[in-house]
């Protein structure tokens, strides 16, 4: 009699952590990978032009390890939500709302990206998206790909 | 001696009361909500500025909103 209703808190103790924190990041969980996480807005206009160029990474070089992760820091999810159904990210999205994780990366201008090598060591920064620099980033991207996970 | 001491003191708390205003301003990923209309210090421009040609007009003698002078020449 007891054990289904113990069963019953345990699930839904688990559903409601997993949806309180589904929006945390946690590098831990990528290591070994490198981790692109780019910080973005509905409003943002160079995201409307970065977010092809990262659909593009996300394919390409998905498979040698990089990871993408793109924080949404607008505060209407609406907004949000109408963006992604334009350009239809296959990467990974959090949403940030509250601005959380945005002052903890201490994000000092929209765009902004972080690159994490494989070891969890941030190891480039980009504030702003400029379509000229982005042989700039690959390359970066590419060189720690190129490094092996200790 | 107990003078310099207070000076001091007042001093250091004048400072200590400036950070507090380093704070100040929208983070840049708040920044939507500075776009919003209701935030804009003038959210309807073409009607003030029809408004204030209004007012500039009509004020003619003190020069209506903001500057002295005027008469009815000028507008």
Redesign the interface.
């Known amino acids: 009699m007891l054990k289904p209703v113990l069963k019953l808190m345990l699930v839904s103790a688990f559903l409601v952590s997993h949806a309180l924190f589904a929006n945390t990041l946690d590098l831990n969980a990528y290591k070994g990978k490198v981790v692109y996480i780019d910080?973005w807005?509905?409003?943002c206009g160079p995201c409307r032009q970065s977010f092809p160029w990262m659909k593009n990474l996300h394919e390409t070089k998905a498979k040698d390890g990089l990871v993408i992760i793109g924080v949404n820091?607008?505060?209407?999810q609406k907004?949000a939500n109408a963006f992604i159904d334009e350009f239809m990210p296959d990467f990974k999205i959090i949403f940030d709302p509250a601005?959380a994780l945005?002052?903890e990366f201490k994000?000092?201008?929209?765009p902004?990206a972080y690159i994490i090598d494989r070891s969890g060591k941030p190891r480039f920064k980009h504030i702003g998206y400029h379509a000229d620099k982005r042989e700039q980033y690959e390359q970066e991207i590419q060189t720690l790909l190129n490094e092996k996970s200790n | 001696m107990s003078l310099l001491k207070f000076k001091l003191g007042a001093i250091m708390i004048g400072i200590c009361l400036l950070s507090s205003c380093s704070s100040i301003g929208v983070k840049p990923w708040e920044r939507d909500l500075l776009a919003k209309k209701s935030m804009q210090p003038n959210p309807y421009p073409l009607e003030t500025a029809a408004d204030e040609h209004t007012y500039f007009s009509k004020e003619g003698s003190s020069g209506g909103k903001g500057f002295g002078g005027g008469g009815c020449g000028c507008n």
Not at chain 1, 107 to 110: D, F, I, K
């Open positions: 910080f807005a509905s409003w820091v607008d505060q209407d907004l601005g945005a002052s994000v000092a201008g929209m902004s």
